[in-house]
């Protein structure tokens, strides 16, 4: 599935009780307190696990306790009050398909899982074997398609360079060759683009009408 930037990237702890008790017991409000820690110990009770620190409030944290381990002569350690404690990474946003591509996707994969299974069971079944697309009069009739589909698009792209090249000229009377030149290459652009429109529509209609698992229903219904 797609997923979007992440809009905050910063790891949030979930602190546990261990470090909830330290906070309440021996940290004193100050200016320099962060507001996570200063809301950690204002809060109630209930709503203690509900506050999250950042990176920042760790580290804040941690020179903390160097100072208290020098003035209190207590070994508290900072991996000591955040064992346990739930880190939450970031996560991108993940935006779900929709249902027309899930669709389509389905479709493809159903018609891959057929094209897979009549290749394995092929060699075991007489009547496939004689199917018209594994003959060499098909694949000729395909691929002289295919040619006569390009063949089509250049002829066309020349065509219409020609008529703006020499057509407009023909019509509106003497032009510069440059702007002859010009209207001959925008002509054949634009008619270009439309040739490449219409020939991605035939071929996906020719891929759907030669599928294997279509052939096969037809012949074994024939």
């Given at each position: 599935m797609p997923v979007e930037s992440i809009e905050d990237p910063s790891i949030k702890i979930n602190p546990n009780k261990?470090?909830?008790?330290?906070?309440?017991?021996?940290?004193?409000?100050?200016?320099?307190?962060?507001?996570?820690?200063?809301?950690?110990?204002?809060?109630?009770?209930?709503k203690r696990k509900d506050v999250l620190l950042?990176?920042?409030?760790?580290r804040w944290l941690n020179s903390y306790l160097e100072e208290h381990r020098k003035t209190k002569m207590e070994n508290v350690y900072l991996h000591e009050l955040l064992e346990?404690?739930?880190?939450?990474?970031?996560?991108?946003?993940?935006?779900?398909?929709?249902?027309?591509?899930?669709?389509?996707?389905?479709k493809l994969k159903a018609q891959q899982d057929a094209r897979e299974y009549r290749a394995m069971t092929k060699s075991?079944?007489?009547?496939?074997?004689?199917?018209?697309?594994?003959?060499i009069s098909y694949?000729?009739?395909?691929?002289?398609?295919?040619?006569?589909?390009?063949?089509?698009?250049?002829?066309?792209?020349?065509?219409?360079?020609?008529f703006g090249f020499l057509g407009v000229e023909l019509?509106?009377?003497?032009?510069?060759?440059?702007?002859?030149?010009?209207l001959g290459i925008i002509c054949a652009l634009i008619i270009a683009l439309a040739e490449?429109?219409?020939l991605a529509i035939k071929l996906n209609e020719d891929e759907c009408d030669t599928d294997p698992t279509l052939t096969s229903?037809?012949?074994h219904q024939e």
């Open positions: 261990k470090l909830i008790e330290f906070v309440i017991k021996n940290i004193k409000k100050t200016n320099n307190v962060p507001p996570s820690i200063a809301a950690l110990k204002k809060s109630g009770r209930d950042k990176l920042d409030d760790i346990q404690a739930d880190i939450k990474l970031p996560t991108p946003k993940i935006t779900p398909r929709s249902l027309e591509l899930e669709a389509r996707i389905q075991v079944d007489s009547f496939r074997r004689k199917l018209p697309e594994d003959t694949q000729m009739k395909q691929i002289n398609k295919q040619l006569i589909a390009v063949a089509q698009f250049i002829f066309s792209v020349l065509a219409g360079f020609a019509i509106i009377g003497n032009l510069d060759f440059g702007f002859r030149l010009l490449i429109y219409f229903k037809k012949l």
